[in-house]
């Protein structure tokens, strides 16, 4: 597994640095030992206000209350040097830094309870990743395998993008997928689809068969009339594009059924080959519209080989001038260390190439053929 955006990434800490406490600190020196050495007619005591409202972007509340509190120490310093606390003027500045300190300390409350509930919200939406995407083996039967899932949204742990892999008689079965939208519909769709695979790859024999329990599974959910309730994608706007593989253990091929979804490429020998198939099927859930064969088509897979499973994320993304990835092109050389090696290359060139923020999500699969 090749560690993704949403997996293992190190999540920003919100605790004060000692270097930015220093900076609140260091103004309230700097603004009382000017105040108390201007001329009368000068008055630098509302600065020290700044530091307590700089305090609450980075500290919490009582780190923020406890700079608003020298702040108020300080002016009262500078009021007792220049004149008196009970001065006219010096009161309303106490007065006044009391007040803001207040306000930039409930402010930090709220910004750290925020804080709280989104890590909570990313813990939620990484067990319901671990449940909904489960991470692929390394290794099944001859095949190594490498995975990864880059999420668009950095506070998003997971989406419609879809893979799985499944181990039957004789070889191992895979699926790649990419629901239509964003959001909770999405994730849903997805859930589905990935459910009825695990549910049915072990017991339908023929991959075309798999296909049409697929199709009949998401046709059945996106026809709901309950599935749009919110409004969000009536009937017939719901889809699923996919690519099923059936990879022998022993024969060095695989078998391929693509509805609707990026051509697999197959790496051998450094250079790049895509899977087309001749007859492509619409995507999941529009096949009832049109009359399809469930053709399965062959393509030779032999040891060192490496297939790439991916969504449109990857060939979809942009760089500032608007040119797509040119994915093709870009891992022809990049099969030497397998399939994590490739990975690895691939999502480094990717995150480059679109500037570090991709506009769709993206999911990819590697899988090498070992010598048995």
């Given at each position: ?9 190190p ?18 020196a ?47 310093v500078v009021?007792?040097?220049?004149t008196?606390l ?8 106490l ?11 409930f ?33 099944i ?5 490498a ?8 506070e ?16 191992t ?26 549910g ?20 059945s ?41 990026p ?9 790049v ?26 393509f030779?897979?032999?040891?060192g080989?490496i ?11 942009r ?10 092109e870009r891992?022809a050389?990049w099969?030497a ?13 990717l ?13 990819m699969?590697?899988i ?5």
């Open positions: 597994m090749v560690p993704g955006r949403l997996r293992g990434a999540r920003p800490s919100w605790e004060p640095h000692h270097a930015l406490l220093l900076v609140p600190i260091a103004l309230i700097l603004v009382t030992v000017v105040d108390i050495l201007a001329p009368p007619a000068v008055h630098l005591g509302p600065f020290l206000v700044a530091a307590p409202a700089i305090t609450a972007s980075f500290a919490g509340p009582r780190t923020t209350a406890f700079v608003g509190v020298l702040a108020v120490l300080a002016q009262a009021a007792m040097a220049r008196t009970i001065d006219l003027n010096h009161s309303f500045q007065i006044t830094l009391i007040l803001i300190s207040g306000f930039a300390t402010f930090a409350h709220l910004r750290e309870r925020h804080e709280k509930e989104v890590t909570q919200l990313r813990s939620v939406a990484e067990a319901a990743q671990q449940v909904v995407l489960r991470p692929l083996p390394q290794r039967g001859p095949l190594r395998i995975s990864v899932y880059l999420a668009a949204e950095s998003a742990q997971i989406g419609g993008d879809l893979y799985a892999a499944a181990r039957i008689a004789g070889g079965r895979f699926v790649i997928g990419d629901a239509r939208g964003k959001g909770l519909a999405a994730i849903g769709d997805a859930a589905l689809l990935l459910g009825a695979f695990r049915a790859a072990h017991r339908q024999a023929d991959l075309a068969a798999l296909v049409a329990h697929l199709e009949g599974a998401a046709s959910d996106l026809d709901d009339p309950g599935a749009s309730a919110d409004g969000a994608e009536g009937p017939g706007e719901s889809f699923i594009t996919a690519a099923v593989l059936d990879v022998p253990d022993e024969a060095p091929d695989l078998h391929l059924i693509n509805c609707g979804h051509s697999p490429l197959l790496l051998r020998d450094g250079l080959v895509p899977l087309d198939v001749r007859r492509p099927l619409p995507p999941l859930g529009l096949t009832e519209f049109v009359e399809c064969d469930l053709s399965v088509e062959t030779a897979f032999e040891p080989d297939v790439l499973l991916y969504t449109d994320g990857v060939i979809e993304a760089d500032r001038a608007g040119t797509f990835y040119p994915l093709q891992v050389t099969s260390g397998g399939p994590d090696a490739l990975l690895g290359r691939l999502c480094g060139d995150l480059r190439h679109a500037g570090g923020h991709l506009g769709d999500d993206a999911a699969v590697a090498e053929r070992m010598p048995i």
